[in-house]
């Protein structure tokens, strides 16, 4: 997986916004996505972007509220989330990912990165 550090969450209210980057050793090459665990829950792929970020995934329950985006030269990506909701609650985590779509999953699925923490309260 290459060292990926995660960073931007926090507390907000719901309605409220943040924006979430990830800068990573593996960006090369690869599609990326963002993943959440909250607690007691499996983790869940939330959006990915392919490596030249021409094409986008979001599940349901987060699309029209964030945005996916990456800067190849930086090697980060980032999350920009608006109209946060409580349910949106949980430890937010980066990773490659072998493709971008429905299901897309990571590449090593045993290496993690510290990951993001989110809580929106109501």
């Known amino acids: 997986q290459g060292q990926v550090t995660e960073s931007g969450g926090g507390a907000v209210q719901a309605g409220g916004s943040l924006r979430l980057s990830c800068t990573t050793s593996i960006f090369i090459n690869w599609p990326m996505g963002w993943f959440r665990q909250a607690p007691g829950q499996e983790r869940e792929g939330v959006s990915c972007?392919?490596?030249?970020?021409?094409?986008?995934y979001y599940d349901d329950s987060v699309k029209g509220r964030f945005s996916i985006s990456r800067d190849n030269e930086k090697k980060t990506l980032y999350l920009q989330m608006n109209s946060l909701k409580p349910e949106d609650t949980a430890m937010y985590y980066c990773?490659?990912?072998?493709?971008?779509?429905?299901?897309?999953?990571?590449?090593?699925?045993?290496?993690w990165g510290q990951g993001t923490q989110v809580t929106v309260s109501s």
């Open positions: 990773a490659a990912v072998s493709s971008c779509g429905p299901s897309f999953s990571p590449l090593n699925p045993n290496s």
């Open positions: 972007i392919a490596y030249w970020g021409g094409s986008t």
